[in-house]
């Protein structure tokens, strides 16, 4: 079992910023990719990033350039960074982990932290 707990969110103006920690715990062995989501309301969730254990990352295009997700191995953690940030970037985000375990695919969330971009 994998425990997911994100922090970080909050209000900020159109241009600024956010970090977005997510801590993971539990049973955290064969972690093979984290990741952040999103979902604003009345949409679908969707991808903002995901990195690999082996440091390998992957943006949505509405992102690119603007966000950066970096993790801590030793700390058991990953982050989201965002910059110039915009009222479509308004949202619920979720810290993802995918565990192999065999050949069986297991994918945990936190319970999100908002995140509004509004003046």
């Known amino acids: 079992q994998v425990q997911l707990v994100e922090s970080g969110g909050g209000l900020v103006q159109p241009g600024g910023s956010l970090r977005l920690s997510c801590a993971a715990s539990?049973?955290?062995?064969?972690?093979?990719?984290m990741g952040w989501y999103r979902q604003a309301p009345g949409k679908q969730r969707e991808l903002v990033a995901t990195?690999?254990?082996?440091?390998?990352?992957n943006y949505d295009h509405s992102v690119k350039g603007r966000f950066t997700i970096s993790r801590d191995i030793v700390k058991n953690m990953v982050y989201l960074q965002g910059n110039s940030l915009k009222p479509e970037d308004t949202g619920l985000y979720y810290c993802?982990?995918?565990?192999?375990?065999?050949?069986?695919?297991?994918?945990?969330w936190g319970q999100g932290t908002q995140v509004t971009v509004s003046s």
């Open positions: 990195i690999t254990r082996d440091g390998g990352t």
């Open positions: 993802n982990v995918r565990q192999m375990v065999g050949s069986f695919r297991y994918v945990y």
């Open positions: 539990g049973s955290i062995a064969n972690i093979n990719a």
